[in-house]
T-cell receptor, first 113, second 108 residues
Framework: KAGVTQTPRYLIKTRGQQVTLSCSPISGHRSVSWYQQTPGQGLQFLFEYFSETQRNKGNFPGRFSGRQFSNSRSEMNVSTLELGDSALYLC????????????FGPGTRLTVL | AQRVTQPEKLLSVFKGAPVELKCNYS??????LFWYVQYSRQRLQLLLR??SRESIKGFTADLNKGETSFHLKKPFAQEEDSAMYYC??????????FGSGTQLTVLP
């Protein structure tokens, strides 16, 4: 079956702008998680969505938000971008929970200038 | 709070030698622990989880609650094992906390 897809793969934005990233999970997967990966902080959990509801949230400011649609596709939004938001943003889907096998997407590389 | 520590950023072993990637965790309850792996130019993927108690690609990991460790071991390393390995923990908050990763290189 098709894997997790993320669009776009690369983004360049300037400080103060906002950005929306998209994730299409594997068919039948209802849990979608988002992670931020940076050289300094590593992989950090942003949030998890299940059945269109945010079920868990990591320690990130309110500028980071997300949503999930009825077909389980998910978007994350970052408002008022800062230089430190430059990172690889990974999406992962699983059947029901983060403790199920997570299938990761290729990531979206965001560069903030 | 939950925390995962992988003390080695880089680890090199020769082909055929045993390999152990260390993972220590901090969590007051009963965690679920995982090893994820990322091969060159591939996506991050699950290698194994402690509750399965299985061997995947020759790798095993035992949860030691006394030492709060979940080290990954393989008796005979192969060149195709070269990859980035991440230890991860899930506690009652039901979020995955990853360690900083260990880059394993298996030399010919």
């Amino acid at each position: 079956k098709a894997g997790v897809t993320q669009t776009p793969r690369y983004l360049i934005k300037t400080r103060g702008q906002q950005v929306t990233l998209s994730c299409s999970p594997i068919s039948g997967h209802r849990s979608v998680s988002w992670y931020q990966q940076t050289p300094g902080q590593g992989l950090q959990f942003l949030f998890e969505y299940f059945s269109e509801t945010q079920r868990n949230k990591g320690n990130f400011p309110g500028r980071f938000s997300g949503r999930q649609f009825s077909n389980s596709r998910s978007e994350m939004n970052v408002s008022t971008l800062e230089l430190g938001d430059s990172a690889l943003y990974l999406c992962a889907s699983s059947l029901q929970a983060v403790t199920d096998t997570q299938y990761f997407g290729p990531g979206t590389r965001l560069t903030v200038l | 709070a939950q925390r995962v520590t992988q003390p080695e950023k880089l680890l090199s072993v020769f082909k055929g030698a045993p390999v152990e990637l260390k993972c220590n965790y901090s969590y007051s309850g009963s965690p679920e622990l995982f090893w994820y792996v990322q091969y060159s130019r591939q996506r991050l993927q699950l290698l194994l989880r402690h509750i399965s108690r299985e061997s995947i690609k020759g790798f095993t990991a035992d949860l030691n609650k006394g030492e709060t460790s979940f080290h990954l071991k393989k008796p005979f390393a192969q060149e195709e094992d070269s990859a980035m390995y991440y230890c991860a923990l899930s506690g009652s908050a039901r979020q995955l906390t990853f360690g900083s990763g260990t880059q394993l290189t298996v030399l010919p």
